[in-house]
């Protein structure tokens, strides 16, 4: 009987314990739902919230990208309208000189003003008789890009020739011949060309040819201009130009210490010394032997200057800024005292690349080859008679 209690109690025990486990169990579940539910409400709020967000961040990029829009549109009015006023402004400097600082004599100014003009027309009856001088300029034409960032490329200037010549880079010693500009325009690179190989490097960007001959500068101790016939591959004259401290003739193009040009009356040189470094020069030179007709210092500031030409013995002289934008001729100089620059007409060319490393006149086609940041470009000009005086 008594093992009889015993078994009945124990089985009691073991019940208990197993309830209470039983309900222990439950507890732990119940708490684990809790949390499950907890964290699913805050997964929910979480992605809620995300969502927002990313709506108002879409909203934000879009509002920026019309604002942005809407600045680009703001600056390219804001460009346009300095243009306008740089335009006006170097307008307004060509038609307003500067003003006397000091009274003098009318009939003094007169009879000094009548010798000027004497003694400016004698000089251009034995200089010149050629009265072109440029109104505007009609058109562009890229042709193509080959090359470096600087060189320079020309036509060759007699009437016999079509032959097209690339200086590539400013120290080689190796000119591309083209036998027509056609040839050039469809060469893949330099393929189409014949090579001319000098027997010296030129330097700079400041070479012309005129009537088959190469004239390019050579520099070392001193500025050698060498005359180099292109028929027979041979150096026919060179001639040590007489001037000492010479600095770079364009504040834009450093590498170029002085610039040939050719026009309707020959061969000229464009240079600069420490003696008048603030102003460039100009000498008409002897295409057969290279000897110095006549030298001028104009009043072309080489600051900002990138390149120039001469045409009917006219220094043209194109200024653009250390941050390239839209080139101008800004200074002009006559020889022959025809033309002043509040005469001439304030010429812009048609904003490109960069800056012209150079620019070369032929006076047969009445074109400019212009070399822009690698560029091949052809400008035509207008022309119109000088004032007469």
């Not at 909203?59 to 604002?67: A, C, P, V």
């Not at 001088?133 to 020739?161: C, E, F, H, N």
């Amino acid at each position: 009987m008594r093992g009889l209690v015993v078994l009945v109690t124990l089985a009691c025990f073991a019940t208990a314990q197993h309830q209470a486990l039983i309900d222990y169990l439950e507890r732990r579940l119940l708490a684990i739902e809790d949390r499950i539910s907890l964290w699913h409400e805050q997964t929910t709020r979480y992605a809620s919230e995300l969502r927002e967000l990313k709506q108002q961040m879409v909203s934000q990029l879009e509002n920026l990208d019309k604002e942005k829009e809407a600045l680009r549109m703001n600056l390219d009015g804001v460009g346009t309208r300095v243009d306008r006023v740089e335009r006006e402004l170097d307008y307004l400097e060509t038609q307003n000189g500067a003003q006397p600082c000091v009274d003098v004599d009318d009939k003094l100014i007169e009879q000094q003003v009548t010798l000027v003009k004497e003694k400016q027309k004698a000089q251009y009856l034995k200089l010149s008789d050629c009265s072109d001088m440029i109104s505007s300029i009609k058109a562009m034409k890229i042709l193509k890009r080959v090359g470096g960032q600087k060189g320079m490329w020309t036509k060759d200037t007699s009437r016999a020739s079509g032959k097209v010549y690339i200086f590539n880079g400013t120290d080689e010693d190796t000119i591309h011949e083209f036998a027509t500009i056609q040839d050039f325009t469809r060469s893949q690179g330099m393929s189409l060309s014949n090579n001319l190989k000098l027997p010296s490097a030129w330097k700079g960007t400041g070479h012309v040819v005129y009537k088959n001959n190469v004239y390019y500068i050579n520099q070392g101790e001193e500025i050698t201009v060498v005359k180099y016939d292109t028929r027979n591959n041979s150096v026919t004259d060179s001639a040590v130009f007489p001037v000492q401290d010479h600095v770079p003739v364009y504040g834009l193009t450093p590498e170029t210490v002085m610039d040939l040009a050719v026009d309707e009356e020959g061969l000229w040189a464009i240079y600069a010394t420490r003696q008048n470094e603030r102003h460039i020069s100009l000498a008409k030179m002897d295409t057969s032997s290279l000897d110095i007709e006549q030298m001028w210092d104009t009043n072309c500031p080489r600051e900002n200057a990138e390149a120039a030409f001469v045409i009917c013995g006219t220094l043209y002289v194109a200024y653009n800024t250390k941050q390239p934008g839209r080139s101008r001729v800004q200074c002009v100089f006559d020889v022959n005292g025809m033309v002043t620059n509040e005469e001439a007409p304030l010429v812009y060319f048609p904003k490109r690349y960069g800056s012209h490393s150079s620019l070369k006149y032929n006076p047969q086609e009445q074109l400019l080859y212009a070399w822009d940041d690698g560029y091949q470009i052809l400008y035509k000009l207008i022309m119109k008679k000088k004032l007469e005086i």
